[in-house]
């Protein structure tokens, strides 16, 4: 077998995937993994590692599954992260472990990601036992949110003997695993309900309906609910619209809408009575992930679909791996585009999309090249769906409820690298510090985050 | 799970039903809403609270069984629990925070439509409380639709019925008698509340514009989370994009844009329809198993 070369991962086929809800990546099987394993140099001074937001031994976990031992494999991920099947399917490997793989100067780099995924999934198969928490130490602490950030936090603060409480304001926990992220791309039942069983395994409450800021107030929690910490993982939720005419039209909606009507309503389902609009012909706004699976779920509903964005395909924010399964499935890319108004029937329905070409021009503060407009470049096209899918910041809520909280510009919380707040006792992580990130970062600064809290409490 | 303590029918198909619900009865303010999931596979609905005991622990919903959403709630009975129930959501009405001895000054007419008359109760009556008397209004389309007749009598200063049909008190719309009573009544008015379907709020407004009273309503736009995530419950105010859920319910009446409001209301209808259709007996309890 040739070194430099990646085992090839089994999916779904794009025409039949196009047409379900299911997993589109199969995963490896023991010998795929195996092989895939034995790939790995086992650097000395192994480079993947420093590009981990939670350091996870890689190495390590990859020479359990090249030497057939896939329970311990399991077990050296939860040393580290809460979420392991959740990482291997939605973390951007390629600009993080992957890239620094040294197999990839010659050739493709381990598939580390789709090693995590096998061997979480394995462990999570075959009962593995993976983590246990230390005998309780009497110290109370709130964590508000269930996603990424507040999943992590809590179980690592869990691990060492605190009695955690997650507040969610949904009814159900996962935070964006379960309003945002597709089916198709992390599955609900199986990955995302065992992660979180995981966590009340280690004796983590969970309290969902509870709005922190509204039901209760963080003030509340340290006053009544006697905890001696907080952690505010609330995300970044609110949708950005573009501000351009015609967008209250019926018919436009924000990829927030779109997705928490499919993925946490179930709405493709026809059992469940939540509504879903999907025209057939659909206007995606956007070039992020949530805009491929926006996307990726309005193909899926039926409909023939657009990505419009104003840059090139080199500046796409998706992960390239989203890109690809986008394309095989279909979707149409009109890039270097950017919509201008929208325009609407008589009724006030979406019945098109006026947009204009853009050009690339000078870096801008974030590095990449301005778009520009193209003049004389103005078009239209036929659409009876636009979904805005620009991005999302964090929800006021919290620190407008709470005294001496303090916010930046874009209304994130302001937090140390340890997560630290401008109030005692309170510290934040992930979307509602940074703005819209990834699972992984927010994965990261709940670790962080715990250390902190347990350091401020234990000293 | 949320225990349905009570619930009583205030007609034919409006019902009121006590939720044992703490910490949400511990935080509720008048204006506020919480939002209901009936059973497992039920919509997020998001409906006005209409009265909360803090001791008791109990908020108080009111719904007309019309859409399959309430119509599914209308089957749950007392002792049996909802799936979900969450808030409260929104901001509190503005005169909550204003000073007493200011807000005894004014003279202030609530204007209630059909189901609406159950979130204008507690809030009539937080005046009366306050030592203040507060005009009343109910309209419905028909006597059997007036509901809490008897209770806002208790609490309001004047109380005047308006059906549509004329088979009780004013015959006619409520903006008709809005203007019988400010034009040839000669009663003065300097804040109208008015909460019911957009529609009648929408005429009030018109009215209550030429008359030069300040309106305020309470939207009830299409919500999914109803925390700020979704944006589907977006309303032109002035010249601005408000989220009814996390800005509102409750707006100045006359910057609305009701036009919008309504077209944006019907943009599920052909959807819920079809759900209809495909699962006969989505509106009983547990789905279509």
Known sequence: MNRFERVPISEQSPEVRSHNFEEVCLGYTEEEAVAEAKRCLKCKNPQCVTKCPVSINIPEFIHEIAEGNFAEAAKVLAKYTALPAVCGRVCPQEVQCESKCVLGNKGDAVAIGKLERFAADWGRDHDVEVAEAKESNGHKVAVIGSGPAGITCAGDLAKEGYDVTIYEALHKPGGVLVYGIPEFRLPKETVVKHEIKNLKKLGVKIKTNVIVGRTVTIDDLFDKGKYDAVFVGSGAGLPKFMGIPGENYNGVFSANEFLTRNNLMKAYEDEYDTPIKVGSRVAVVGGGNVAMDAARTAKRLGAEVWIVYRRSEEELPARVEEVHHAKEEGINFELLTNPTEIIGDEKGWVKGIKCVRMELGEPDKSGRRRPMPVKGSEFEFDVDTIIMALGTSPNPLIPSTTEGLDVDKKKCLIADEQGQTSKEGVFAGGDAVTGAATVILAMGAGKEAAAAIDKYING | ?289
């Open chain 2, 1 to 289: 799970m949320y225990k349905i303590v009570k619930k009583e029918n205030l007609s034919t198909n409006i019902f009121s039903m006590d939720v044992l619900a703490p910490l949400v009865a511990q935080s509720a303010q008048p204006g506020q809403f919480v939002i209901v999931i009936a059973d497992e596979k039920g919509e997020r609905v998001p409906l006005t609270i209409c009265d909360y005991d803090k001791e008791k622990g109990t908020v108080t919903i009111v719904a007309q069984s019309i859409g399959c959403s309430t119509k599914k709630m209308a089957q749950f009975n007392e002792g049996e629990y909802f799936h979900d129930f969450v808030g409260p959501l929104g901001q509190p009405s503005e005169y909550v925070n204003e000073d007493i001895n200011e807000l005894k000054k004014k003279k202030v007419l609530f204007v209630a439509g059909g189901v609406g008359t159950a979130p204008v109760y507690p809030q009539a009556r937080w005046f009366h409380e306050n030592g203040i008397d507060v005009d009343v209004i109910i309209g419905a389309k028909t006597k059997d639709l007036i509901i809490l007749e008897d209770k806002m009598r208790k609490v309001a200063g004047n109380l005047y019925i308006a059906t549509d049909d004329g088979s009780y008190g004013f015959k006619g719309m409520i903006p008709s008698l809005i203007e019988d009573l400010v034009v040839n009544q000669g009663k003065k008015y300097d804040l109208i509340v008015c909460i019911g379907p957009m529609i009648m709020m929408k005429f009030v407004c018109i009215m209550t514009k030429k008359l030069g009273i300040k309106t305020i309503v309470s939207m009830n736009p299409i919500m999914v989370d109803g925390t700020g995530m979704c944006g589907a419950c977006r309303v032109t105010v002035g010249d601005e994009t408000k989220f009814a859920c996390v800005d509102g319910p409750e707006f100045d009446g006359h910057l609305v844009d009701f036009d919008e409001a309504l077209r944006r209301q019907a943009q599920y209808k052909n959807e819920e329809a079809e759900k209809n259709e495909k699962h006969v007996c989505t509106c009983h309890k547990g789905g279509a198993n």
